[in-house]
């Protein structure tokens, strides 16, 4: 069973658009959220990250709104470059836990 | 400050064989976590090491088993392998344990099974 769903599996947009992946979980349980970033070849690399008490957090051109009622939460890519291209990853653990739980990913591609 | 190391970058390996990867942590850092990433999919958590002993584990059989040393590295070992095997396993250092909210991940081994 999937505990943490993420849409859509791919993304292509134009230079300076902004981009938009979504997650869903169930479990209450969980109160941390991460979002990794990955590039083909490498390992998955922290990007920012939420916790359940705030509905947004931003850092640099990366903002996350998390919906606590809903159990959602989404990345939003603020004037997307080129560079940006990767495939992105949302997650959930819960503190005191060892596992993180992934989404499936999303490969973003954005076009110059 | 050197980051999460794997060894090796690749390996090919056939059905039934054994294969022992590596990972030494972030400087610094006494937990390890291993996880298996599937070609297409998110990671998923297989075993978390911690003071040299296994602390929790996720969904996978015990053909999966590893190890730690004193100096806090850490071995995954795979028994008879499947196909299915075939993927890219990643390491991820924390300090302390029980810190899925902290963990740094290393940039894998691929490991394909003919």
Known sequence: QQQVKQSPQSLIVQKGGIPIINCAYENTAFDYFPWYQQF???????????????????EGRF?????????????????????????????????????????????????P | DAGVTQSPTHLIKTRGQQVTLR???????????????????????????????????????DRFSGHQFPNYSSELNVNALLLGDSALYLCASSLGKNRGDTQYFGPGTRLTVL
């Open chain 1, 40 to 58: 083909p070849g490498k390992g998955p690399a922290l990007l920012i990250a939420i916790r359940p008490d705030v509905s947004e957090k931003k």
């Open chain 1, 63 to 111: 903002t996350i709104s998390f919906n606590k009622s809903a159990k959602q939460f989404s990345l939003h890519i603020m004037d997307s470059q080129p560079g940006d291209s990767a495939t992105y990853f949302c997650a959930a653990v819960q503190t005191g836990a060892n596992n993180l739980f992934f989404g499936t990913g999303t490969r973003l591609t954005v076009i």
């Open chain 2, 23 to 61: 990972c030494s942590p972030k400087s610094g850092h006494d937990t390890v976590s291993w996880y298996q990433q599937a070609l297409g999919q998110g990671p998923q958590f297989i075993f978390q090491y911690y003071e040299e002993e296994e602390r929790q584990r996720g969904n996978f059989p």
